[in-house]
């Protein structure tokens, strides 16, 4: 059976942020099914490893903390996450607030100082630009 509806594979209990935890959201599991559920994370897909250095959105660039440009990753990722969610042909996604990758209207700012300003990440991009509609679990709260 096709999956319906990509989310952050954090989101579904994976450990694959930045310092190797999870944001389990099992309210979203619940209202969907996990079966209908396909978990992506594109930072993960694009070869970063887990714990990794956390990375912020720059303009037009994604650097790490540590001034590390990880653009080309977070983009191959993102990349490949959009292939597999189009192979599944998936009409909607529920991604992680606030991420350089997933986050949807509002993004960190590339400070690392928590503060935020209006943007999508990379992933949400590419999912945007081919119609797919994008929320995030804040809505679901
Ligand atoms: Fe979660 Fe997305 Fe970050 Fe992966 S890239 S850990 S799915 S927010």
């Given at each position: 059976?096709?999956?319906?509806?990509?989310?952050?594979?954090?989101?579904?209990?994976?450990?694959?942020?930045?310092d190797g935890r999870h944001n389990l959201?099992?309210?979203?599991?619940?209202?969907?099914?996990?079966?209908?559920?396909?978990?992506?994370?594109?930072?993960?897909?694009?070869?970063?490893?887990?714990?990794r250095i956390p990375a912020e959105m720059?303009?037009?660039?994604?650097?790490?903390?540590?001034?590390?440009?990880?653009?080309?990753?977070?983009?191959?990722?993102?990349?490949?996450?959009?292939?597999?969610?189009?192979?599944?042909?998936?009409?909607?996604?529920i991604l992680k607030a606030k991420s350089?990758?997933?986050?949807?209207?509002?993004?960190?700012?590339?400070?690392?100082?928590?503060?935020?300003?209006?943007?999508?990440?990379?992933?949400?991009?590419?999912?945007?630009?081919?119609?797919?509609?994008?929320?995030?679990?804040?809505?679901?709260?």
């Amino acid at each position: 059976m096709k999956k319906k509806v990509a989310i952050s594979a954090c989101l579904m209990g994976q450990h694959c942020r930045y310092d190797g935890r999870h944001n389990l959201q099992q309210q979203i599991i619940d209202r969907y099914g996990a079966e209908n559920l396909l978990p992506l994370c594109p930072e993960v897909l694009g070869g970063l490893p887990t714990p990794r250095i956390p990375a912020e959105m720059q303009g037009n660039k994604i650097c790490t903390q540590s001034g590390t440009d990880v653009t080309a990753a977070f983009m191959a990722g993102a990349d490949e996450a959009l292939k597999q969610a189009e192979a599944a042909g998936v009409q909607a996604a529920i991604l992680k607030a606030k991420s350089p990758s997933c986050g949807c209207g509002l993004i960190y700012d590339g400070s690392f100082s928590g503060r935020l300003v209006p943007g999508d990440g990379i992933f949400t991009q590419k999912l945007k630009a081919k119609g797919i509609k994008v929320s995030t679990e804040l809505d679901y709260i």
